[in-house]
């Protein structure tokens, strides 16, 4: 991985910033952290933006965000197919996790130049500090791993005491099939909609 240039977005314009971010590295895994600061407010839809080449990558699994509310896979063919919103990258032998920290959020995309931007967003106006860890960048064979040591490393470098998935209790409650009106309705929900579930549930016999 190589990073390509660093911008920062402000009411002012877009330029570019040196020295802007901060590369550290565990074994296979590579974190980029960013800490900058503007005379001016930082746009809140996109702070930063982060340039990066893999070399030569070309195929990748995007995982998304499509709407409000739920992610799905996307499955590139060339850098500039990666979706915007992208929640994590995956290619044969590699990922990249961006990382929610210091009131920014990370996200992923594509550019028709062949580069891998990452933006960071507070959704907040009147900020002019850009200070947090922006994505971890791993190597290895295997999906599953790979995410899991990403994710363990970007939680190591915000020191926050988050527990893995692993390591949670699992609810003994989702053992049991659930409903859920908000993931079935989302906002047009309503008491006729509510009572008519309940009734396709006693017709079918479900429990």
Known sequence: MKIQSVYIHTENGKRIIPDAVTV???GALTAVSIN???GA????MCAAEILID???VSEFTAVCRHSDFWCKPVFCKAVSEIPENTQCLLWKGGCILPICDGGYISMISGTDSGH???TLSSFCSGISECRAAAFVVGEGEHADSLIKNCAEYALELKEFPVPLREERAYPEIFEYLGFCSWDAFMTEVSEEKLISKCEEFVTKDIP
């Open 24 to 26: 550290s590295q565990k």
């Open 54 to 56: 893999l070399g030569g």
């Open 36 to 38: 900058l600061k503007s």
């Open 116 to 118: 891998i931007k990452v």
């Open 41 to 44: 407010p930082l746009d809140k």
